[in-house]
Each structure stands twice: as C-alpha cells, then as structure tokens.
C-alpha cells in the first residue's frame, strides 16, 4: 500500500502556511460531484488490455454514487473498438486528446473536492515515453494527496527487459509514482521485489469461472504465442503439444488474442497441421473476444506465453500451461507464484500433471478460487478508496 494521508500530510510540514492552506480539502455540503480521472491506454490489437482495463473500469463506476457523471477516461489513439470493448458508462468522458485530460484533471485539484486519479494497470515498460507520461503526472499527484484527494495505482508489473540510463529513470518516475499512491499492487513477485512497497494481488482480469464452464466436456487444446518471441514455439515445444493432444484424445487449435500475431499464428497452424482461428479486420474486440471464449469454453487446456490468453481461459474453466524461456519469463513470474498455471520449460517437460480429470484440475481451481477472492478483495478496497473521497 502507498502512503496513507496523514502520512503523507506529514512530510508538507515544511511548507509555507499559505501553500499548506490553500491545499487543505474544503468541506462541502455533498453537491459537489466526484471526479474520477482514469487513464486507460493500451495496445489497440490486444484483447487482453481490454479485459483487465475494462475490469478495473467497472469497480471506479461501481464506486462513482453518479453512475459514471465524473469519470474523465484517457484512451489516446485508441480505436473505436477498443473503447466499445471497455463498456465505458455512457454518462462517462472520454478523452483522446492527453493535454485536454490533464488540464481538466489540474484543474480539479484546485475545486472543493479533489480527484481521484487511477492509473493504468498492466505492465509498464522502461522507456522514454514512460519517463515522459510518470513525470508530467508527478506534481499532480503530489497536490491530490495534499489536498485529501486518492491515487490508485494498482496490478502493476514492471518490464524488465532493457537497460542503461533510460531504463533507470523509467524505474525511478514509476517508484516515486507508486509511493504516492494511496494503493499500491503489484501483480507478480518481481516487480514487487524490485520496488519494495505495496503488495501483491494477482492481475485485473482474474476470476472464477461461472459453475456450469466447469466439469463440461472439452476436447481442444488452444494455442497462441507471442510472434515477437518466436523462440517460445520451436520444434520441442510444438511437439510436447502434440504429445499432450494426443494424450487427452484432443484437438489443436491456434488463435488470435492479439492482431499483430496473425501471421505467426497461420504459418504455425499450418507447420504443424492444427486449426485456425484468425482475427481478420474486420472483427471488433467484442466480436473476437467472444470466439477466444467460445473456443476457450471447449478447451481443457490453453497453452501460451501471452498472460491474458492463460488467465482468459482459466476464468472460462481451462487449464493453463505456460510456455517459460529465458528471454521471455513474464508469464512464468506472474502466474506460477499464484499455482496458476503449469509450466512447459524450456527442456519441451511439463511440471506436473496436466489432464481433463478431478485430480488434474483440482489444484490449479483452488488456486483460482484464491486469486479470485484476492482481487475481489481489492475491488472492494479501491470502492473504499474512491468512496471515501466522494
């Protein structure tokens, strides 16, 4: 967890009475409306940004006593597929201009009642344009704490590729943004490690499947890698899966979670003589996220090195098995610290057993059932968070 307020409140002893009382909340009669300021970028051809953002969206209109009146969504460039796929309330505004966000968020920081600022959760990388976004968002932030106001930065996780000064400063804007919050999670173990505050709650789009996906029959095994990472599906792995499928009298099928991976995704389907289901352009977000779950709701297992893809089928009753290389250990540190998923190393050799069975199942659910119950738990403390600030 961040700083709490009198902690916070604590460190401005220093400055000038005047600044001080200028940044003390005013009390109002309750007229006024809250202000909930989310930023909600993402990758524009990815279903998994949508799910966890969209999920994180619902909790702050759950909290908002005016139906989603004062929620001010940042979504940049994003497509209008995108956006339709976050079910934004309609009374809510969206903004895709970043100056004209900001300084309706500056601004409300000077009204009777602060904001409340939510930042985007998922994982952040160590570069320019990060340095650039957490610093234009540093004195903000400050003032809201000040002035009583709250920060939710939550389901973070770091990416650790990249190094030299750019990537310094990347970490350092993001640590300074995160002590400020007022809470702060982290989704995997070593980002937490590396910032050494807040806590860990598995990621946004993590929960239970509804009782009738669980126990049904299931013959495929679904897969979908990363195309940038063409060494997580060489030979050895291709043919573990094969061996599974036929193990578990299932067939193979390859998808589309994320655009770019398309043609990766058909030269793999046809190298190895398994289904395929593309993403043509002509397919929103919606309507691809609903044949991912289709196919994911017949699927005993989802195999892949994309997070979202494992945690989507998990919440539609599959297994998830990881594929883990030393480039790419992302999904390795984010999932198997919470027994959600089992591992395909490196060496093509499945930790454990994998199966349609009680037994097989069995554990990985009681691990889902917990992470559930663990972001859950934070839905509820981030309605606290914004509740109180209303």
């Not at 789009?205 to 990472?229: C, L, M, Q, W, Y």
């Not at 289709?294 to 998830?320: M, P, W």
């Not at 480039?327 to 930790?351: C, M, Q, W």
Request: glycine letters at 6%; charged letters at 20%.
């Amino acid at each position: 967890m961040g700083l709490t307020d009198e902690k916070f409140l604590g460190t401005a002893t220093a400055m000038s009475p005047d600044f001080r009382r200028l940044m003390k909340p005013t009390h109002t009669n309750g007229s006024d409306a809250m202000e909930i300021y989310y930023w909600c970028t993402g990758q524009d051809d990815n279903i998994g940004d949508v799910v966890l953002r969209r999920r994180l969206l619902e909790v702050l209109h759950d909290a908002s006593p005016d139906s989603g009146k004062s929620v001010h969504i940042y979504v940049g460039a994003a497509s209008s597929s995108f956006v339709e796929g976050l079910e934004v309330p309609a009374k809510a505004k969206i903004y895709t201009a970043k100056i004209r966000w900001y300084l309706a968020l500056v601004k409300q920081i000077f009204t009777p009642r602060p904001p409340v600022l939510v930042l985007n959760p998922g994982e952040v990388q160590r570069n320019a344009h990060t340095i650039l976004a957490y610093t234009l968002l540093m004195l903000p932030s400050m003032a809201i704490r000040l002035r009583g106001g709250a920060i939710v930065r939550t389901g973070i996780a770091i990416d650790h590729r990249g190094a030299g000064l750019t990537a310094k400063i990347a970490k350092l804007v993001v640590r300074l943004n995160s002590v400020l919050a007022s809470e702060a999670t982290f989704r995997d173990i070593a980002s937490h490690r590396e910032f050494g505050h807040g806590r860990i709650v598995p990621d946004w789009a993590i929960h239970e499947p509804s009782n009738s996906k669980v126990g049904t029959e299931r013959d495929v095994i679904a897969v979908t890698f990363r195309s940038d990472r063409p060494e997580a599906y060489d030979d050895k792995t291709i043919d573990q899966i094969q061996r599974l499928a036929t193990k578990l009298q299932a067939n193979v099928t390859v998808f589309c979670q994320v655009r770019r991976d398309s043609t990766a995704m058909k030269q793999l389907s046809l190298a190895a003589g398994w289904s395929f289901i593309d993403w043509p352009l002509s397919l929103s977000h919606n309507d691809q996220e609903k044949i991912v779950r289709d196919l994911f709701s017949k699927s005993v297992v989802v195999c892949s090195n994309r997070i979202h893809a494992l945690i989507i089928g998990l919440t539609e009753g599959a297994q998830a098995i990881c594929i883990s290389s030393e480039s790419e250990p992302k999904v390795r540190t984010h999932l198997e610290y919470f027994g959600l998923a089992t591992v395909l190393d490196a060496n093509g050799s499945i930790a454990g057993n994998v199966g349609s069975g009680a037994s097989e199942f069995r554990a990985q659910s009681g691990a889902l059932a917990k992470a559930s119950a663990d972001v859950a738990n934070l839905a509820s403390q981030v309605k606290k968070i914004v509740g109180a600030s209303s």
